[in-house]
Nanobody, 125 residues
Framework: QVQLVESGGGLVQAGGSLRLSCAASGRFFSNYAMGWFRQAPGKEREFVATIRGWSGSSTYYADSVKGRFIISRDNAKNTVYLQMNSLKPEDTAVYYC?????????????????WGQGTQVTVSS
């Protein structure tokens, strides 16, 4: 069983930055691919970024955040991060961290087994 707790959300002006953190409990964190998803009001949950298990040697991003967001992981701290730069109002959403029972990355939400409670990110124009 893995429990995920996100933090770092908040209110920021357009063009600003935030770093989200997701702390995982349980063992073998490094064996899980990790992902970030987001859900804006009235919209479906969408993929943001994913990082491979073990060394995190592979990362993938949604086109909408590519070049602005960076996903990383620190296995010693059981934590995955999402550095968000050049934020836009359309990035406003609840951001969720998720863990997959595989080292392989995935952009598909239903392939992730464990989910955090979410953290709100609001970008003002």
């Amino acid at each position: 069983q893995v429990q995920l707790v996100e933090s770092g959300g908040g209110l920021v002006q357009a063009g600003g930055s935030l770093r989200l953190s997701c702390a995982a409990s349980g063992r073998f964190f490094s064996n899980y691919a990790m992902g970030w998803f987001r859900q804006a009001p009235g919209k479906e949950r969408e993929f943001v970024a994913t990082i491979r298990g073990w060394s995190g040697s592979s990362t993938y991003y949604a086109d909408s955040v590519k070049g602005r967001f960076i996903i990383s992981r620190d296995n010693a701290k059981n934590t995955v991060y999402l550095q968000m730069n050049s934020l836009k109002p359309e990035d406003t959403a609840v951001y969720y961290c998720a863990a997959r029972s595989s080292v392989a990355v995935s952009r598909t939400a239903n392939e992730y087994v464990y989910w955090g409670q979410g953290t709100q990110v609001t970008v003002s124009s």
